[in-house]
């Protein structure tokens, strides 16, 4: 099963420019996560994904043009859910959650901390504690689990390409990487970085000024991870740099179910 997330930063765009259409129809994967759609049914085309076998499921956040998931399957999963239950999470369109047989997986788009007086900080990490104790929730309720999605933060420095420039704003702060360590403790494995422990330049987003991308200064902070019981079944973890049409690139894991 190949199990794929991509942040497209606004999906009519994407639609438009063709490449989510040829990204699916080469690649074909199982299940797609998309977030920061920033759109809504309603002003998007479905049939571009369902003339290609999918189905979708759509958290759109309340504000307009803001955030949004979208989840893109090709067999329907057993049960499907927006949100985590917490209103000021949920009013912003972050998490989809679907239950497949071998597992619940769930697609989410981590809040920016935005600059460090902003206040989103604190939102932000809320987001990250509310979100385990969620995932924990569903583990403790005998589900394997995977989430994948933009979690907003490079975890170590070998995950950035200019760590020290990196510190002087949100995303790289050692407080939000403090919680990419707890995830890791509480039984969670970040795929990518299990399966390639030394590889460099591996990265997931770009920033668009001074053509950083055409140059590969970049973070990794799309992740897909898996908890440790489903570890055995993990067969591959990738990033997809050459896609385009994003400031971020899909990312993804094949898994044996």
């Avoid at 080469?26 to 920033?38: A, C, F, S």
């Avoid at 969620?134 to 200019?162: K, P, Q, S, Y």
């Avoid at 795929?191 to 000024?209: C, E, H, K, Q, V």
């Avoid at 055995?232 to 899909?250: G, Q």
Wanted: glycine fraction near 8%.
């Amino acid at each position: 099963m190949q199990i794929c997330s991509w942040n497209v930063n606004g999906l009519r765009a994407t639609l438009k420019s063709g490449d989510l259409q040829a990204w699916l129809a080469d690649k074909q994967p199982d299940v797609v996560g998309m977030q920061e759609v920033k759109a809504t049914p309603e002003q998007t085309d479905a049939s571009a994904w369902r003339e290609l076998g999918y189905q979708e499921f759509w958290h759109p956040a309340e504000r307009a043009g803001y955030s949004g998931a979208l989840l893109l399957y090709r067999e329907p999963p057993e049960a499907i859910r927006a949100g985590i239950g917490i209103p000021e999470f949920d009013a912003e369109g972050r998490v989809i959650e679907a239950d497949f047989p071998a597992f619940t997986l769930i697609t989410a788009y981590f809040p920016n901390g935005g600059k460090k007086d902003s206040g989103r900080l604190e939102f932000k990490l809320s987001f990250y504690a509310a979100f385990l104790a969620r995932a924990n929730a569903i583990r403790a309720a005998g589900r394997g689990v995977v989430f994948m999605g933009d979690l907003n933060t490079a975890h170590t420095e070998i995950d950035v390409a200019r760590p020290d420039e990196a510190t002087k704003g949100t995303g790289f702060l050692p407080e939000e990487r403090a919680w990419i360590d707890r995830y890791l403790a509480e039984g969670y494995i970040d795929t990518f970085r299990s399966l390639n422990p030394g590889t460099r330049d591996a990265y997931s987003y770009w920033d668009a000024w001074r053509d950083r991308r055409a140059r590969n200064v970049g973070w990794r902070i799309d992740y897909v991870m898996v908890s440790d019981d489903l570890r055995p079944r993990l067969r591959r973890a990738f990033i997809e740099s050459s896609v385009m049409s994003s400031d971020h690139c899909p990312v993804g894991i094949e898994l044996d179910i």
